[in-house]
């Protein structure tokens, strides 16, 4: 239906937003799952973790608009699948 809310419609095809009014990243939970369980092993750095997806995807041909709008759009992901 186009009246349902893109995060409702992303979460119910098993992904996750990085905002709940418009998200402009989408992240798989068990990416989530595996950042959060790294995290309660190591120090918390989602810095450096995006900067290390960052340069994955861009060796595997993504470009994206870049570093800092990657990082800002998954803490925020994270951020709110720590809480739901």
Same mark, same amino acid.
């Given at each position: 239906?186009?009246?349902?809310?893109?995060?409702?419609?992303?979460?119910?095809? @098993?992904?996750?937003?990085?905002?709940?009014?418009?998200?402009?990243?989408?992240?798989?939970?068990?990416?989530?799952?595996?950042?959060?369980?790294?995290? &309660?092993?190591?120090?918390?750095? &989602?810095?450096?973790?995006?900067?290390?997806?960052?340069?994955?995807?861009?060796?595997? @041909?993504?470009?994206?608009? @870049?570093?800092?709008?990657?990082? =800002?759009?998954?803490?925020?992901?994270? =951020?709110?699948?720590?809480?739901?």
């Amino acid at each position: 239906c186009k009246c349902t809310p893109a995060p409702v419609y992303l979460i119910n095809h @098993g992904l996750f937003a990085s905002s709940p009014i418009t998200p402009s990243l989408v992240i798989d939970p068990q990416v989530l799952e595996l950042v959060k369980n790294l995290f &309660t092993r190591l120090t918390l750095n &989602t810095t450096a973790w995006c900067e290390a997806l960052y340069s994955f995807l861009d060796g595997q @041909g993504y470009k994206l608009q @870049g570093k800092e709008i990657l990082q =800002h759009q998954f803490s925020n992901a994270f =951020h709110w699948y720590l809480i739901l």
